[in-house]
């Protein structure tokens, strides 16, 4: 278990002064979780009281449309949250998630970080930190949605997650994109073309 945990500790210590005897205090509230390829998490319209931190693998939030198309939200690869935060609130889930490969990822309930802050109280910092940081993604990604050309979007998705180009298929990018896989297969295009070296 305590290698396992190893990347959570690395991630942790990057963020905040934690030592390994306080890592040690709120360890044990930690759970492993794995999942295999294409694994359902969560449905639509159940509640999910925790989140999750990737360790290994890639799982993804999306929602489906009444006539059944996929608008992916959030892709979370190795060292990123995904949570949904409506079974934060025991609300039921406006969305999916799922593993889109073999993923190992640490389960955290919503009472992790205010109860890790009683024995590390610079969690409490860290927690703040993420729900803003969370904030902050979400209004870009809207006003990418609401704002930006095919092409800006791409290039901001390569910068968002520079690894998940070989990883996830054209159409899921497409859908997180907001455009069809045949407008993103000319954006590919227009790019090859514009870096060109004969």
Known sequence: MTAVLEPFKVYLKNKVAITDEQFDLISDKL????????????????????????????????????????????????????????????????FFIDAIEPTTAIAVNKDFMNDAAKHVPCMSDLNSTMLNNSIRFMQKRINMLLSATAEERYLNFIQLYPNLTLRVPQWMIASYLGITPESLSRVRKDLAHKHFKP
């Not at 060292?79 to 079974?87: A, F, K, T, V, Y």
Request: proline share 2%; no cysteine; aromatic share 14%.
């Open 31 to 94: 759970k492993i979780k794995t999942f295999d390829k294409n694994e359902m998490i969560l449905m639509k319209g159940e509640i999910l009281s925790y989140g999750f931190f990737v360790l290994s693998g890639l799982l993804r939030s999306y929602s489906i449309d009444n006539k059944g198309k996929t608008h992916i939200i959030q892709f979370a690869p190795e060292q990123w949250w995904l949570s949904e935060r409506n079974g934060m609130f025991n609300e039921a889930s406006e």
